[in-house]
């Protein structure tokens, strides 16, 4: 049983709860309050905080200051304000930043013009650019054991690549990084038998029961290694299958 202290707090005048620790973004989520977000993915229990697309104004005991809402903890009772004025308008500039280094997004350009992001003309925009370097692709990578790709270079000239912009051999093509995007920045082709990223070409393998796509030989090879498994020849569904008519098979024995 939980021990931790149950706290009072309004989200934008929302009467919540929530245990002493909680970060401010799951209470409000849970709360059915939406905070914008872009580096935090619930995929991951390290919340990087690079973004700041989600900072909201916390008032304690009358005073008002600006937190980063995804690793914020609530430790005190609190109003929160999610769109006050001066968030809408630190979040707007926030968002004309993001937009300078990938004004290639379609995601960061549609939240750009929703918060209505003033134009910075005096900065210069990256080109190509569709990163934010929010790192969730690194944190995908690095989750999984591969390590193929990392944060390189520094400044304007930072990005996230393989090591030398050479095709990795750590690489087992299973598109985690490409999935947690939130930009859509890392390009990637997925053919029925093929998909290639990061500078190599794999091959797809297909479930020998049912034909259905499994992945490729590397990252099946690699899954099973790290369960201490056989390389599976048939998907998970098929797998179940085999287990029920297994069983089925024993019971109509007894
Ligand atoms: S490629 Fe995508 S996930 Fe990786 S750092 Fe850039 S924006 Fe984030
Ligand atoms: S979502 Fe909170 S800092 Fe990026």
Redesign the pocket.
């Known amino acids: 049983m939980s021990t931790a202290k149950t706290l009072s707090l309004t989200i934008d005048g929302t009467p919540c709860t929530c245990e002493s620790g909680e970060y401010l973004y799951d209470v409000a989520k849970r709360n059915g309050i939406l905070i914008p977000v872009l580096c935090r993915s619930d995929a991951f229990e390290d919340h990087r905080a690079c973004c700041r697309v989600c900072i909201v104004e916390v008032e304690i005991k009358g005073r008002r200051k600006v937190v980063t809402a995804c690793v914020y903890p609530v430790e005190q009772e609190c109003a929160v304000y999610t769109n006050s004025e001066k968030i809408v308008e630190e979040r707007a500039i926030v968002l004309a930043l993001l937009a300078k280094r990938a004004p290639e997004s379609a995601e960061i350009v549609a939240m750009a013009r929703y918060y209505k992001a003033p134009e910075l003309d005096r900065l210069v925009e990256l080109d190509g650019g569709r ?8 944190q995908a990578c690095e989750s999984l054991g591969t390590g193929a790709i990392s944060t390189i270079n520094r400044g304007t000239e930072k990005e ?1 690549s393989t090591p030398y912009h050479n095709p990795s051999l750590a690489c087992v093509g299973c598109l985690s ?1 490409a999935n ?4 859509g ?2 390009p990637f082709i997925q053919a029925p038998s093929t998909r290639s990223i990061w500078g190599r070409d794999f091959e797809v393998l297909s479930c020998e029961r049912c034909g259905a796509p499994m992945g490729t030989r590397e990252e099946i090879a690699y899954a099973a290694k790290k369960a201490g498994m056989e390389t599976p020849v048939i998907c998970d569904a098929c797998r179940k299958h085999e287990i029920a008519d297994s069983m089925m098979g024993t019971y109509r024995l007894v």
């Open positions: 990163c934010i370097l929010c790192g969730r692709c690194v996230v990084c947690v995007c939130p930009t920045a890392i």
